[in-house]
């Protein structure tokens, strides 16, 4: 009997050992896709939040988890990192160049199964999740604010919209969206660029297109936050539409990902 107590003991950690057997190294393996995970080690509660990372053109989730800062950044914070990955060398997003011309998915749907498989399989608290992304990431947080907006409590885009043309409209109830770009990007500039049989959608266009659908009509003062000169707006239900922009090109830096996570979950 004792033996067949240590057997099913055994078993059981094995099984929550292939359960957990993924994290910064390891893929962790869902319907259609993979992503990553970094858990803090002191986490800021029993049930952490998570910043949810997309990466540019040709990135990996991988490559996200060796970005030091953006690890730095889930530690002080307390929350977890999740790299999301795109299926292809780049995100399945409408209009873009390569629409149609290789392996495809729906990338909204996998996003809902990474949030879900991550709260689930590492503890997470599903309402403190902020998505965001960089370049090609940017336009896939775009993406699924205007598809699911439900499944983050904000979103930080940086340096990435819609490709051209930009929706006339979104199906997803209006949300809070921080948008970061600089004014000398010429990669994706604010006005975008012609690339193959297409265009990089306008930022003020989609951001017009959003204040519109969201109701964005309380102007707020204009605000400057370290190289950010950000103008916002509040719906009627406390959304924020804000637009950051600073003087340098195609880049990011973390403290723009921690001055959303603040605006959103640490307001005042």
Request: with cysteine; glycine share 10%; charged share 20%.
């Amino acid at each position: 009997m004792r033996n067949f107590l240590v057997a099913i003991a055994v078993a059981a950690a094995v099984l929550a050992s292939v359960v957990h057997a993924c994290g910064t190294e390891t893929d962790c393996r869902i319907e259609d896709g993979t992503y990553r995970i970094y858990v803090p080690g002191t986490p800021e509660a029993d049930r952490p939040g998570a910043i949810v990372f997309a990466h540019g053109y040709r990135g990996t989730a991988a490559g996200t988890m060796r970005n030091e800062n953006l690890r730095a950044l889930a530690d002080d914070l307390g929350v977890a990192l999740i790299a999301v990955k795109s299926f292809d060398e780049d995100w399945t997003i409408p209009n873009a160049p390569s629409a149609g011309t290789r392996p495809e998915r729906d990338e909204v749907a996998y996003y809902g199964r990474v949030v879900s498989d991550a709260a689930d399989r590492f503890g997470l608290d599903r309402d403190r999740m902020l998505a965001t992304g960089f370049s090609a990431g940017g336009m896939m947080t775009w993406e699924v604010v205007c598809n699911d907006s439900a499944l983050f409590a904000g979103f930080a885009p940086v340096s990435g919209t819609f490709w051209d043309p930009v929706p006339d409209t979104c199906i997803a109830p209006p949300a809070t969206l921080i948008h970061i770009h600089g004014t000398s990007d010429r990669v994706v500039p604010m006005a975008g660029r012609p690339i193959g049989p297409t265009k990089q959608g306008d930022v003020n266009e989609a951001l017009a297109m959003y204040r519109a659908h969201g109701g964005f009509d309380t102007e707020l003062p204009e605000t400057v936050s370290g190289n950010l000169t950000c103008n916002a707006r509040l719906n009627d239900d406390g959304d924020r539409l804000e637009l950051c922009l600073h003087s340098g090109g195609h880049g990011f830096r973390t403290a723009y990902i921690r001055r959303a996570w603040d605006l959103i979950f640490s307001p005042g």
